[in-house]
């Protein structure tokens, strides 16, 4: 995996901007700690960072196509089907120099031109310069699992994988708008697509494609979910989607370098790590490595509706089955203080506090071991595992039904500032527009039709923010993580399965339990979903309240240009937790995001307009 960002402009030569080409591409050097590479013309400029998985060698990028190119590449991906089109573009006549799954991207848009990405499996973002028509491709996979942002300028545009590489350009000031404030304190759990947070900042939406000539911008999709009748039995749909499972995750353990899987012991992870050790045997190789995260005391956690069970217990029994390489993770409170401003450093903007921080910490010791992880990430959304597929007042609610009941940050806002940013009135005009996207199916019943528009929320503004935390997150130390339920195959298929059929007789997740339950231990395969673990932390809510304190006592505290100091301090007064951007009950979650919030204000310096 990798990272890119470039400059686009009609106007001035780049081939004199070197320096702030280098400097934008430096700032992704945790992205790719292993090479890095300029390539500069006149009105355009790529910088790339490498992480080495693929042709270790050979890989090497910016990638051309011949001395004098008709195309330039800039790529963070990996594609899955590589060696399969590989093979199409060879009988058409395509000569590879490399074996990296780049080129192969590359002589795809030589062949198919824009129409490339159709044919892709994988997780990718990049940017593609026709130096015949001087015009600029940025693209992203199907769901959205690697990042690409842009920003329109004056005279051309900035891109990058992260923020970060944008700010480093004059040409891009750190900025917040009433849009901006919204987004961060009435939709963190539910980002609008396509919105970079910061103001004029944008990011190349799931399924498409941005093409920037001189005369004009054009956004096209490329992928979308398409709603038609689901005719398969049980039985046969069943074994369709273990079918297509085992495949995603048999061609995601292609790998130059070590890989590992991350086990939580849940029926998620548990299935992928056992289909990865499975692949693995039938190739031949040795036993698959797995990591998992726990903290000290949280044998004494009491389970609440989020965290219903202990995951060590069920970690231990699918390592033992599967037969892995286990190694468990122990994050203590301290690690987590220290590793707060890494995290805010890796997502460019205030995230999830403690929970940010402990998967930081994991990854940094995954990344000891590793370069390559599987994750079981984003089953939920496709199999309807959270708690709020099975909540009628939810479902029934009219707005995005993880915010049912709930209390978001906004209510923290100043009077006069509420009263620009409408944060209700914004969160209702979001699920407006996200419901008017739904594919609808012609003739399905009304209780069908809304479960469909809740998958479509789930796959487009639920999962999103978490592919972001992970690929961020991850990236900050190195560290590759793939997921194969966002195989698109597997995506497609499920969008049209009844719901009768994925939770069959109310069982939630019962067809992905089903599918594969000859391979886990029983107790791991109808495990109840539990969350990402919280830390159970005492020193970690001590310190966060005291800079809390600390903040009310700070006249020149920038938080307090958005968030009312009267009401944080009623609250910590009160003993009452502050409203939280996360929808997984967490005490601490409130404070976490005010304190990030002053954090990345100051560190970045972010103007209010």
């Given at each position: 995996?990798?990272?890119?960002?470039?400059?686009?402009?009609?106007?001035?030569?780049?081939?004199?901007?070197?320096?702030?080409?280098?400097?934008?591409?430096?700032?992704?050097?945790?992205?790719?700690?292993?090479?890095?590479?300029?390539?500069?013309?006149?009105?355009?400029?790529?910088?790339?960072?490498?992480?080495?998985?693929?042709?270790?060698?050979?890989?090497?990028?910016?990638?051309?196509?011949?001395?004098?190119?008709?195309?330039?590449?800039?790529?963070?991906?990996?594609?899955?089907?590589?060696?399969?089109?590989?093979?199409?573009?060879?009988?058409?006549?395509?000569?590879?120099?490399?074996?990296?799954?780049?080129?192969?991207?590359?002589?795809?848009?030589?062949?198919?031109g824009a129409d490339a990405p159709r044919r892709f499996n994988g997780i990718f973002a990049y940017a593609l310069w026709d130096t015949r028509r001087e015009e600029l491709l940025l693209v992203r996979d199907h769901l959205g699992i690697k990042p690409l942002y842009w920003h329109a300028h004056r005279t051309g545009v900035l891109f990058g994988s992260e923020p970060k590489s944008l700010l480093a350009n004059p040409l891009f000031p750190a900025e917040l708008d009433a849009e901006g404030v919204a987004e961060l304190f009435a939709l963190p759990a539910a980002p609008t697509a396509g919105h970079g947070l910061f103001r004029g900042l944008r990011e190349v939406r799931p399924g498409h494609l941005v093409t920037v000539s001189r005369t004009a911008t054009r956004e096209v999709r490329y992928w979308q979910l398409e709603s038609r009748p689901h005719t398969d039995d049980a039985a046969t749909t069943r074994d369709t989607v273990r079918a297509l499972l085992a495949d995603a995750v048999e061609r995601q353990l292609l790998s130059d370098v070590p890989l590992c899987t991350l086990l939580s012991g849940g029926v998620d992870s548990s299935a992928i790590t056992a289909l990865a050790a499975a692949a693995r045997e039938r190739a031949g190789q040795g036993k698959i490595t797995s990591f998992s995260v726990d903290f000290p005391g949280s044998a004494d956690r009491t389970?609440?509706?989020?965290?219903?069970?202990?995951?060590?217990?069920?970690?231990?029994?699918?390592?033992?089955?599967?037969?892995?390489?286990?190694?468990?993770?122990?994050?203590?409170?301290?690690?987590?203080?220290?590793?707060?401003?890494?995290?805010?450093?890796?997502?460019?903007?205030?995230?999830?506090?403690?929970?940010?921080?402990?998967?930081?910490?994991?990854?940094?010791?995954?990344?000891?071991?590793?370069?390559?992880?599987?994750?079981?990430?984003?089953?939920?959304?496709?199999?309807?595992?959270?708690?709020?597929?099975?909540?009628?007042?939810?479902?029934?609610?009219?707005?995005?039904?993880?915010?049912?009941?709930?209390?978001?940050?906004?209510?923290?806002?100043?009077?006069?500032?509420?009263?620009?940013?409408?944060?209700?009135?914004?969160?209702?005009?979001?699920?407006?527009?996200?419901?008017?996207?739904?594919?609808?199916?012609?003739?399905?019943?009304?209780?069908?039709?809304?479960?469909?528009?809740?998958?479509?929320?789930?796959?487009?503004?639920?999962?999103?923010?978490?592919?972001?935390?992970v690929d961020r997150v991850s990236m900050s130390v190195g560290l590759e993580v793939r997921v194969p339920f966002c195989d698109h195959r597997l995506v497609e298929y499920l969008w049209n399965v009844p719901w009768a059929l994925k939770a069959p007789g109310g069982r939630s997740k019962g067809l992905l339990r089903d599918a594969v339950r000859d391979l886990l231990p029983p107790q791991v395969t109808d495990r109840?979903?539990?969350?990402?673990?919280?830390?159970?932390?005492?020193?970690?809510?001590?310190?966060?309240?005291?800079?809390?304190?600390?903040?009310?006592?700070?006249?020149?505290?920038?938080?307090?240009?958005?968030?009312?100091?009267?009401?944080?301090?009623?609250h910590l007064t009160e003993g009452r937790p502050?409203?939280?951007?996360?929808?997984?009950?967490?005490?601490?979650?409130?404070?976490?995001?005010?304190?990030?919030?002053?954090?990345?204000?100051?560190?970045?310096?972010?103007?209010?307009?």
């Open positions: 995996m990798c990272g890119v960002t470039g400059w686009l402009d009609w106007e001035v030569d780049l081939r004199e901007r070197a320096r702030v080409v280098a400097e934008m591409t430096a700032t992704l050097a945790c992205r790719g700690p292993d090479a890095d590479g300029v390539w500069l013309s006149r009105h355009a400029a790529i910088g790339h960072r490498r992480l080495s998985v693929i042709d270790l060698d050979g890989g090497a990028q910016p990638l051309a196509d011949a001395e004098h190119p008709a195309a330039v590449l800039g790529y963070n991906g990996e594609l899955y089907n590589a060696p399969d089109l590989r093979r199409e573009l060879e009988a058409l006549g395509h000569a590879f120099r490399t074996r990296s799954d780049t080129e192969v991207v590359l002589r795809a848009h030589l062949q198919w389970p609440d509706a989020w965290r219903t069970t202990r995951d060590a217990p069920y970690v231990a029994a699918a390592a033992d089955h599967i037969g892995t390489l286990h190694t468990s993770v122990l994050v203590p409170d301290d690690d987590l203080l220290d590793a707060r401003d890494a995290v805010l450093r890796a997502r460019d903007r205030p995230g999830w506090g403690e929970m940010d921080a402990s998967l930081h910490l994991l990854f940094r010791e995954v990344r000891r071991r590793s370069t390559v992880a599987l994750s079981g990430e984003a089953a939920d959304e496709i199999f309807g595992g959270y708690p709020y597929f099975h909540d009628g007042p939810a479902l029934a609610s009219g707005t995005f039904p993880w915010l049912h009941g709930r209390t978001t940050p906004a209510a923290l806002l100043r009077p006069e500032v509420r009263a620009d940013v409408r944060p209700d009135e914004y969160t209702a005009e979001a699920y407006r527009r996200s419901t008017a996207e739904v594919p609808r199916l012609a003739g399905e019943p009304a209780e069908d039709a809304r479960v469909r528009e809740v998958f479509h929320l789930a796959l487009t503004r639920w999962l999103p923010p978490l592919l972001d935390r109840p979903k539990s969350g990402y673990p919280s830390t159970p932390a005492v020193r970690y809510t001590e310190v966060l309240t005291a800079r809390a304190h600390d903040l009310l006592a700070d006249p020149n505290a920038p938080v307090f240009d958005l968030v009312d100091r009267a009401g944080v301090r009623r502050l409203p939280s951007p996360r929808t997984a009950p967490n005490p601490v979650g409130g404070l976490d995001h005010l304190v990030q919030v002053d954090e990345w204000l100051r560190a970045y310096r972010v103007g209010l307009r």
